[in-house]
């Protein structure tokens, strides 16, 4: 028997009061264990979405289940089956990160004997400000802190909101780097990011919400297959003056004197077939190079297919 999802979000609803319809019947399972990305575009509810889970937003409509705890029925289990570290950084500027964390394992009835504060701090690189105040870490800092509080109970499941927007690369890679050392532990983990290279890189399965609406849901493997578009770029041996033309390219682009980037359909053609239809036009292929299509490519294809189905 499989075991049951982490978080079974059914056909879920929210209009908020000035008539906006954010949720439009939301229906996804987050399985256990898995770094489960939730990518969309500015405004397509993902905020919505976490912010119901995080018990801060009423849903108009459908059901929740957390850690096998309906959301209305047994709210308090629900809550503490799940750690959300927001988007936006709110602390109090005089409580220290030490401080911060007790007050927030206070919160959730964690007995002294329990809490994790040094632990969580050293975790996030923050053992030698546990005494400092909130206000005078760097940004980078206060992110970790709330990856920190947002552990203090020990969730089975954590939840990231755009977790790296605006984060250096180094700090990126330090969250990422955490992010899979949990998920390794066994916490499942859920994360909403702009960054496609994110998702790509982290999550096990994704689903891409757009409009209030899941438009896709895919193990990230088959939905970056799903991209059947791949480009060559082809060196040639004599200046390109006119791009030749031929029924195999979708598209045709000369990127530098001598250098033509090809887009081509995988599921169509194959990359000897592009080159074979150069050489016949009389050109010598000194160079080759191709590139997988990636995320963004699926990502951009299917959020326009869903713009243009209304
Ligand atoms: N409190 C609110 N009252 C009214 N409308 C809201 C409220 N919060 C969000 N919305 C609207 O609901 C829609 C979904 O917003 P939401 O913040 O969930 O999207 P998002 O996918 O998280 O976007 P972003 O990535 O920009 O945060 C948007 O049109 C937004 O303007």
């Known amino acids: ?59 108009s409509g459908g059901r929740v ?32 990160p030490a401080e911060t964390l007790e007050l927030q394992a206070g919160l959730y009835g964690v007995p002294k004997s329990r809490r994790r504060t040094m632990e969580l701090l050293r975790a996030m690189r923050l053992e030698d400000k546990a005494n400092a105040y909130s206000r005078t870490l ?11 509080k947002a552990m203090v109970h020990s969730p089975p499941i954590l939840v990231l909101d755009e977790p790296t927007a605006g984060v250096d690369i180094e700090l990126r890679q330090q969250l990422w780097h955490y992010v899979r ?35 896709a849901n895919e193990t990230t493997r088959t939905l970056v297959g799903m991209a059947q578009e791949k480009v ?31 887009t081509y359909r995988k599921d169509r053609v194959n990359a000897g077939d592009v080159l074979a239809a150069l050489q016949k036009d ?3 292929i000194v160079d080759v190079s191709t590139r997988e299509a990636d995320l963004e490519d699926v990502f951009l294809n299917l959020t326009r297919t869903a713009d243009a189905h209304g």
Not at 73 to 89: D, F, M, T, W
Not at 138 to 148: C, D, I, N, P, T
Not at 235 to 255: W, Y
Request: negative net charge.
């Open 1 to 59: 028997m499989t075991s049951p999802p982490a978080i079974a979000i059914d056909t879920l609803e929210k209009t908020y009061a000035g008539g906006k319809r954010a949720l439009d019947g939301v229906s996804i399972d987050i399985p256990r264990g898995q770094i489960f990305g939730l990518l969309g575009p500015n405004g397509a509810g993902k905020s919505t979405l976490i912010n119901i889970l995080a018990g801060l937003v009423n849903k």
């Open 65 to 96: 289940n957390i850690w096998g705890f309906d959301l209305d029925e047994r709210p308090r289990n629900a809550k503490v089956s799940i750690g959300i570290v927001p988007q936006e950084i709110l602390f109090d500027p005089f409580f220290t």
């Open 138 to 148: 760097s940004g980078g800092m206060k992110r970790r802190l709330l990856v920190a």
């Open 181 to 215: 050392s949990l998920n390794k532990e066994g916490v499942t983990i859920v994360l909403t990011t702009h960054y496609l290279e994110e998702a790509e890189n982290l999550c096990d399965r994704i689903a891409i919400i757009n409009h209030g609406r899941v438009i």
């Open 232 to 262: 060559v770029e082809v060196t040639v041996d004599r200046d390109i003056v006119q791009p030749p033309d031929a029924s195999c390219f979708d598209k045709i682009e000369i990127i530098a004197d001598r250098t033509l980037a090809i």
């Open 282 to 284: 009389g050109l010598g």
